[in-house]
């Protein structure tokens, strides 16, 4: 009883304290707006992926490259950038990517070749600039699903305007759904 009573009396006082101006509302916090992406030209850049022996590409690159290919398809002013070194037999995963990309009919005059790179590290240290010579807007980063955290961490790490990230499923279903996830609310939000 002696509870309610005290409960009953600090709830008058509140009451009346913020009747009388002496205790002022908290002020309502809105939530930051992440801030406005733009895609009106955003670079797509395929990360590679290591050749076989003989210099042909494997399987997941390949994938890499029609994923760019599809995105690129909904933006036609924007450039490719295909990134990766690691020369195998004499070519590199960028001239690979570069040749599949010409034999399925994309323009060459879009296709920014980055040969050195031999790691997403240095994807993306060599690829934010070529996309900032290019007047892009952004980045909208091409890879696989079980690479993506890492790849996205490192292109806004090498200071990257990362816009989305578009990852072909590989590896664990798990991380397919939750990389799935991802891309799809990657242009809503600030993680790429």
Not at 43 to 63: F, S
Not at 109 to 129: G, L, M, W
């Given at each position: 009883?002696?509870?309610?009573w ?19 509302p ?44 599809a ?22 995963e ?7 990309l ?5 323009p ?17 240290r ?30 806004v790490?090498a ?10 499923p ?12 991802r ?10």
């Amino acid at each position: 009883m002696r509870s309610r009573w005290k409960g009953a009396v600090a709830a008058m006082a509140l009451a009346m304290a913020a009747t009388l101006g002496q205790i002022a509302p908290a002020p309502a916090v809105a939530a930051p707006t992440p801030a406005a992406k733009d895609f009106t030209k955003p670079a797509i850049v395929i990360l590679g992926y290591g050749l076989n022996a003989d210099g042909t590409m494997q399987t997941i690159l390949r994938r890499r490259v029609l994923t760019g290919l599809a995105v690129a398809q909904f933006f036609p002013q924007s450039p490719i950038i295909v990134t990766g070194g690691n020369p195998r037999n004499g070519i590199t995963e960028a001239e690979q990517m570069r040749r599949m990309l010409t034999s399925l009919g994309f323009p060459s005059r879009r296709i920014i070749v980055e040969p050195k790179a031999n790691s997403t590290v240095q994807n993306a240290r060599f690829s934010v600039p070529l996309a900032k010579n290019a007047g892009a807007t952004g980045i909208i980063l091409v890879t696989s699903s079980t690479h993506q955290g890492r790849a996205d961490s490192n292109f806004v790490d090498a200071g990257g305007n990362l816009l989305a990230t578009v990852s072909y499923p590989d590896g664990n279903p798990m991380v397919n759904i939750v990389q799935f996830a991802r891309d799809a609310v990657s242009p809503f939000t600030n993680f790429g």
